[in-house]
């Protein structure tokens, strides 16, 4: 493994803790042995080529699958003992699920507040800073199905974080959405973040990898490399993220 | 070898498709290039005798989809946008299969398939279900090509594939190309156009433009430009402030800058230059296929 880790700023405690972290299913190894922190607040990009184990990775990050060995900490909690508590301080978003199509917009938030006891009075003020940040006020009482798919990733991403949790897992958000909501949902991602949300996020875009503060290579399960993407780019001597990909996923 | 004419088609009150109007030439590689909910699939069903279209017409190596759909479906390949092989069948049975479908055998035709079957025969006994994403559009394809059809339709075959395996796809395609096979594939990724012989840029049922790679890339108007950095958040909020006839957004480690004309460029370099940002490289930039996709969808909001 090459660690070309920017050394984080030790006062801020980091959101997620991962040593050793390791996954097996009988003899398949699908997580091997992955190191690494993200610190609060960072957009942290977590690349990998299909059946690479991002996905293992991300159900052990999130509290839904039980790890083999190792120690992972997701916003102070122990991934083996306290996946409850993981779960109601993480967001979870990913192009497949998020939102449910039979409801209407204000539904869907209401739902999401109400499934993480939000009280009553937050989650009005919540439900309406949504709908007028994202100009949905028009079709607020429509169903998710009839909004264009951008407007619903959009919508998908501020309901995910409508019990405002320290880190959001974004599972390829933006696969097939058009170029400009593409960019729109990025600014979502830097306004969160700024506002100290931690964002750990898969993408197959390399032009996203870009976007990331540090992003992490995953091949075979073991980590390849984690950077951010300049010194990555600058120490490996190529011009941009596509190229420090295919470096380290083709073989 | 396609010649699709002013077609409309409409489900309830979404126009899924709206006046589409183009032809595919024998041997050419199409792309249908837009986001998901562009019309890409309703024309795919339409082409492969699937649905009917309301309005308008269309034929596929001459045949009309409306009467001749027997003969159509004869010298087609067709790749839905979802996986649709039989999974508890291996790879072998799977292609065996449509092989019979056909009334052909792997064997007469095992010359196309080849360079892909290949590169499957180590799994060929384990069931398609079991197998990877990328393994699985392999797989596909060869069941597509096993009855060696004219016209190809390849309906996304690379969303959500990782990088390295989309190249691995349109390398395979290149190839297919030489035995002039004519293909029509669909991409939600603006970077794959650039593989294409043509391209249509689709949105909302309605074609914005259709052309050479190099066509459209000349077509984009005004001027662009490039500028390099780090601090893309502080920059873009910065913009935000400024009072110019322009365009910006992140492309990679870079910013894009469109305006039209010197004049509003003059603007944007002066705001940048008073708000302190004077020494950021400001680079005149080559438009790439994304950046002709976004200005024809802001020129279309406006």
């Not at chain 1, 019990?163 to 729109?184: A, C, K, M, N, Q």
């Not at chain 1, 091949?219 to 390849?224: F, I, S, Y």
């Not at chain 2, 837009?34 to 649905?51: H, Q, R, S």
């Not at chain 2, 003059?266 to 020494?279: A, C, H, I, R, Y």
Request: charged residues 25%; proline residues 4%; aromatic residues 10%.
């Amino acid at each position: 493994m090459m660690n070309m880790t920017n050394t984080l700023s030790e006062h801020s405690e980091p959101s997620i803790i991962v040593r050793n972290l390791t996954k097996k299913f009988g003899d398949f190894v699908a997580v091997n042995d992955i190191t690494f922190e993200v610190k609060k607040g960072e957009i942290f990009g977590f690349l990998g080529a299909n059946g690479a184990g991002k996905t293992t990775a991300i159900k052990m990050l999130c509290g839904l699958l039980y790890p083999t060995s190792g120690e992972a900490y997701i916003a102070g909690y122990n991934a083996f003992t306290q996946g409850k508590e993981i779960r109601k301080n993480i967001g979870y978003m990913s192009q497949r699920f998020s939102l449910y199509e039979d409801l209407k917009v204000t539904e869907n938030i209401e739902l999401f507040g109400t499934i993480y006891h939000l009280p009553k009075k937050i989650l009005k003020e919540r439900m309406n800073q949504i709908i007028t940040r994202l100009n949905m006020e028009s079709y607020a009482d429509d169903l998710v199905r009839s909004l264009p798919l951008g407007q619903r990733q959009k919508l998908a991403f501020a309901t995910a974080l409508v019990h405002e949790p320290e880190i959001i897992f974004l599972d390829e958000p933006t696969s097939g959405v058009d170029p400009l909501v593409r960019r729109e949902f990025w600014n979502m991602i830097y306004d969160a973040a700024s506002k100290d949300v931690t964002v750990f996020i898969t993408t197959h875009y390399m032009d996203e990898a870009e976007y990331c503060d540090r992003v992490c290579i995953l091949a075979d399960g073991a980590v390849q490399l984690i950077g951010n993407p300049e010194d990555l780019k600058q120490q490996l001597n190529v011009h941009n993220m596509d190229e420090v990909f295919f470096k380290f996923v083709k073989r | 070898m396609l010649k699709i004419e002013n077609i409309s088609k409409s489900f309830k009150t979404v126009k899924a498709l709206q006046n589409i109007d183009f032809e595919v030439n024998e041997g050419e590689l199409f792309g249908l290039v837009g986001p998901d909910g562009a019309g890409k699939t309703t024309l795919f069903n339409i082409l492969v005798t699937l649905t009917h279209p309301d309005e308008g017409k269309a034929f596929v190596g001459g045949f009309d989809v409306g009467k001749d759909y027997r003969k159509i479906k004869e010298i087609i390949g067709y790749l839905p946008g979802q996986f649709s092989l039989y999974a508890d069948l291996s790879c072998y049975e799977n292609l065996d299969f449509f092989a019979t479908l056909y009334g052909n055998t792997i064997e007469e035709n095992y010359e196309i398939i080849k360079p892909i079957w290949r590169q499957l025969e180590p799994f060929k006994k384990r069931r398609a279900g079991k197998l990877s994403g990328g393994m699985k559009q392999k797989l596909a394809l060869c069941c597509a090509l096993v009855h060696r059809p004219l016209v190809l339709f390849l309906d996304e075959p690379t969303t959500g594939v990782d990088p390295v395996s989309r190249r691995e796809f349109w390398d395979i395609l290149k190839e297919l190309k030489k035995k002039n096979i004519t293909i029509l594939v669909s991409t939600p990724y603006m970077d794959e156009a650039s593989l294409c012989d043509r391209v249509g840029l689709i949105q909302d049922g309605k074609m914005l433009k259709i052309g050479t790679p190099t066509s459209i890339v000349n077509d984009f108007s005004g001027m662009l430009f490039s500028m390099r950095t780090n601090d893309m958040y502080r920059i873009i909020k910065q913009l935000s402030q400024c009072n110019a006839d322009f365009t910006y957004y992140p492309f990679g480690q870079h910013l894009h800058i469109a305006t039209p004309n010197q004049e509003e460029t003059d603007k944007v370099f002066n705001f940048l230059e008073q708000t302190g940002d004077k020494k950021r490289e400001m680079k005149a930039t080559k438009p790439t296929i994304e950046d002709c996709f976004i200005q024809l969808i802001r020129g279309k909001m406006k």
